[in-house]
């Protein structure tokens, strides 16, 4: 009932003008579920996803989460309790290792970010331009 009260309400009420803009404004905020985190990853016009991507196709390579990757994500920002902000620092964590990798790697065409890269730490899936699926590994780099 308090989320949906507005000013109005208490002119309506009977309250004087002068005391209802002396009260603080209250907001009443619900807490993000997974299908909001998802969409906050993947919808608005600057979203963590379409970044990362865009990143990536600088290198000329394309960057694809799956939807259980997305999913992971989300889970994994409602475990720690870190909400939409959490998911940047996921998403970083995932793709850290690759971005420094990509640029010197002329070969690879394909990043594929799936939920076990998220949830276990796997390395992500790199699609060769000789279509040869490869997993990334820290040994190629050196």
Request: hydrophobic share 45%; charged share 30%; net charge negative.
């Amino acid at each position: 009932m308090l989320a949906q009260l507005i000013p109005d309400d208490l002119l309506k009420y009977g309250l004087i003008p002068e005391f209802v803009g002396r009260l603080p404004v209250e907001v009443a905020l619900d807490s993000l579920d997974k299908e909001a985190l998802i969409r906050i990853l993947t919808e608005p016009k600057n979203a963590i996803v379409k970044q990362y991507q865009k990143f990536l196709q600088l290198d000329r390579v394309e960057l694809v989460f799956t939807n259980d990757a997305l999913e992971a994500a989300a889970e994994c920002a409602l475990r720690q309790k870190t909400g939409a902000r959490g998911l940047r620092t996921i998403i970083e964590d995932v793709l850290l290792d690759i971005m420094y990798e990509i640029p010197s790697r002329a070969d690879v065409k394909k990043v594929i970010i799936n939920g076990d890269v998220i949830n276990i730490h796997n390395k992500p899936l790199l699609v060769t331009r000789g279509e040869r699926n490869t997993t990334y590994s820290e040994d190629e780099s050196a």
